[in-house]
């Protein structure tokens, strides 16, 4: 027997028409390329997406087509993240720092017909635009009086006009909720980028757990600035939370140095926060070296890569501002687990705290989590065992775009490519991706856990833990290091000291045998340490 309950498709839009009914006068602020700050509303970004889901009607764009985007976080991209997905064509966020070779093959991948671009990447449009082969318009997104002169770039449309040109009257169109609404391409470090190709009805169920208090907990008296750029997995998903909740919003725009991040927190008064480790360095570095304070911030989610305790105690202990350990992938919409205490943990001191915060999180509701051995055996969830970490649910993969890579599933689980640990409270740790484990004398060394403790140590400013070939070992963990500014110490002091700082805090066996110091460690498109590139750098030394 059914349920008698309306049947009603899942779709983006009715977040969009969820805010404006409800919380129509609730702000939008975005810095923007050209250099002001606009304000605007829910209700202007209802009538302004509409006005877009005309304009690229007009445009030619047909159901399912895939429309791209080269944008930083602001009001006009999030127009698009509505209009494009709303009106049943595909959002494809090209990631802009990507070399103009990869954002050719992936266009071309996506086989996008009209690509979106903020000034800023006018160069990179310059470079790509007679190279892609399906691109028929190009829009940038600005208006009459910023418009590039003598541009290159061919079919070039002028974002503002396109809007003024358009109705606002727009019905947006019920359809099936599989169907597709967005694409992100993953990082590709290893082979081509592979596309994960969201639907409204995941994006939708993602919205709804990731809005839940023990998950990014966001709610309409929040105000929220997702530093988490909209070009990287929705920006965890905030543009949609934002409405299905009716938070305030605000976009850095291109600001993402600390300087411009703080003085936005203070002006907006921003409660809540989220991005990768390396933008909460810079944030955190001014405001230690300017002796300023957070008056509203109260959350921040830091996920991408782990968050080294040092940067938890730092927020929490210093700043009264609460770090939530988050952890996900593209191929999971992204968010998988989030780090929020139980009842239990209350009566833990500090220290015992920070071990269940240092930890990746709990699974949100949705997602359901397995660690296996090398043979495909389940392991215990004992906090000990650690294996390849498997993953299930309604906002995960079951496919790649265009089906490249073939069936990525393992009976009905993917295979995250992260080794992990699940303890008995369902707390789940990463100790490494699978790519970068440290394999010492046959047993596992975790790069992570040997990064978060530099992390602490005051001369470091940022670490890499890799794998260096060892003639009894096999492996042996090397600790690649940037000093801070201004640290004067001789290299061979600080290494002796690095090595020391140790002692008691991992396994003896566990520390590095040796430390090199570089000026700068590669960062992947989406800011995370490029491993693969320091193992390449090294892969002559020999230790032992
Ligand atoms: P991406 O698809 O680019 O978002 O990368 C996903 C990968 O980033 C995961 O498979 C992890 O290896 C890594 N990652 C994400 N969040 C965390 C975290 N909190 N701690 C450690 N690694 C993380």
């Not at 700050?37 to 889901?53: K, P």
């Given at each position: 027997m059914n349920g008698l309950m309306m049947q009603q498709p899942l779709l983006i839009s009715m977040l969009l028409a969820?805010?404006?009914?409800?919380?129509?006068?609730?702000?939008?602020?975005?810095?923007?390329?050209?250099?002001?700050?606009?304000?605007?509303?829910?209700?202007?970004?209802?009538?302004?997406?509409?006005?877009?889901?005309n304009a690229v009607a007009a445009l030619g764009v047909k159901f399912g087509d895939r429309v791209a985007t080269l944008a930083w976080n602001g009001h006009r991209h999030m127009e698009l993240y509505y209009a494009v997905s709303g009106s049943g064509a595909v959002l494809h966020t090209l990631n802009p720092r990507l070399h103009p070779d990869q954002v050719v093959w992936i266009?071309?991948?996506a086989e996008d017909q009209v690509l979106f671009f903020d000034l800023t990447f006018l160069p990179l449009v310059e470079a790509v635009a007679s190279r892609v082969k399906t691109v028929r318009t190009f829009v940038a997104m600005t208006d009459r009086a910023h418009m590039p002169v003598n541009s290159k770039v061919p079919n070039l449309l002028c974002y503002e006009e396109l809007v003024a040109g358009a109705s606002d009257r727009f019905h947006w169109p019920q359809f099936d909720e599989h169907t597709a609404s967005s694409l992100c391409y993953t990082s590709g470090t290893t082979g081509n980028p592979k596309g994960a190709l969201y639907s409204h009805r995941s994006t939708v169920l993602h919205t709804y757990a990731a809005a839940l208090p023990d998950a990014l907990n966001c709610a309409a008296r929040d105000t929220i600035l997702p530093v988490v750029p909209m070009f990287h997995v929705n920006a965890w998903g905030l543009p949609y939370v934002a409405c299905m909740v009716g938070a305030k919003l605000v976009f850095p725009g291109p600001w993402l140095d600390g300087k411009s991040l703080h003085e936005l927190f203070e002006s907006e008064g921003v409660t809540v926060s989220a991005g990768v480790p390396t933008v909460w360095q810079g944030l955190l570095a001014h405001v230690e070296a300017h002796d300023l304070k957070f008056s509203t911030m109260r959350r921040t989610v830091i996920g991408g890569s782990a968050c080294p305790p040092a940067m938890m105690r730092a927020f929490q202990e210093r700043y009264d501002v609460q770090v939530l350990h988050a952890w996900g992938m593209t191929e999971m919409s992204p968010l998988g687990t989030v780090c929020t205490l139980k009842p239990k943990h209350q009566t833990l001191n500090a220290e015992q705290r920070m071990a269940v915060q240092a930890k990746q999180g709990r699974a949100v509701f949705g997602v359901d989590m397995k660690i296996v051995a090398e043979?495909?055996?389940?392991?215990?969830?004992?906090?000990?065992?650690?294996?390849?970490?498997?993953?299930?649910?309604?906002?995960?993969?079951?496919?790649?775009?265009?089906?490249?890579?073939?069936?990525?599933?393992?009976?009905?689980?993917?295979?995250?490519?992260?080794?992990?640990?699940?303890d008995a409270d369902g707390y789940m740790q990463i100790t490494d991706r699978s790519k970068d484990v440290i394999k010492s004398g046959g047993e596992w060394i975790s790069s992570i856990d040997i990064e978060n403790v530099a992390a602490a140590h005051p001369a470091v400013q940022m670490a890499a833990c890799i794998a260096v070939a060892h003639a009894k070992w096999d492996e042996r963990p090397m600790l690649v290091v940037v000093k801070k500014p201004g640290v004067t110490t001789p290299d061979a002091e600080l290494k002796a000291e690095l090595i020391r700082f140790y002692e008691g805090k991992v396994a003896k066996w566990w520390i590095p045998d040796e430390v090199r110091f570089v000026a700068e460690i590669p960062l992947t498109a989406t800011g995370k340490m490029l491993k693969l590139k320091l193992r390449e750098q090294f892969k002559d030394l020999r230790l032992g």
């Open positions: 969820h805010a404006e009914r409800h919380h129509a006068e609730q702000e939008i602020v975005s810095k923007r390329v050209e250099g002001d700050v606009h304000r605007s509303t829910y209700r202007e970004l209802a009538v302004r997406s509409r006005r877009m889901a266009a071309d991948h043979d495909g055996q389940q392991l215990p969830h004992d906090g000990q065992a650690a294996g390849e970490l498997l993953v299930r649910g309604p906002w995960i993969i079951s496919s790649y775009f265009k089906g490249e890579g073939g069936d990525p599933l393992v009976n009905g689980w993917f295979p995250t490519g992260d080794v992990s640990t699940i």
